[in-house]
């Protein structure tokens, strides 16, 4: 099936010549935070490939008051994010011998949890997930979901023991936030310094301690 993007749209050069980063969303709640994550990455100039799943196009109207496809049209647009759907397993992150800086999957549902955990490939964001791991490249999930089973504590601990950094969405309430979106403003910056976009975080939402 044809990709989303357009396929003459350059692969990298947003950022002078940055491999890309994956992008992942799936039909977990919490649209909010993976359009806050596309909003920063845009501002840093990162270059974005973003696939999702079909859940996540059900969910996204709900709690954003939209399709998923006008965001999809902004973000290309706006960031020159290419999006390709959840069928396009040709799609370029389908393959280990694509660069790539790693993967974020904002949010992770329980059941694309458990997917990645067992090495299953039933979507393109899944195998995405699956070369990242085969690649020994970054791969951060922000897992949405409570209480927790013991089956996704396991399926989370099986990742983590294979390097996978799981990220919940825990709210830095030191940083004494005064609104909803400052809230998950300083979640987003967290989860990407923890991928290694450093830049992403500024030195006014890092802990100092009893620091002059």
Known sequence: M???ADSGQPTVGVSGGRPP???GISGSSGALLARRTMEVLGELGVPVHLTYTRACRQVWPDEVGHPLADDLAVWKERFATRVFNPEDFRAPMSSGSFATMGM???PCSMRTVSAIANGLSSNL???????VIKEARPLV???????LSAIHLENMLKLARLGVRIVPPMPQFYLHPQTADEIIDRIVRRTLAVLGLAEALPAELRWRGDEE
């Open 2 to 4: 044809a990709s989303d």
């Open 21 to 23: 980063l994956i992008v």
């Open 104 to 106: 974020l999957v904002v």
């Open 141 to 147: 999930l922000m897992p949405r979901e409570a209480p």
């Open 125 to 131: 964001l899944e195998r995405a997930a699956d070369v």
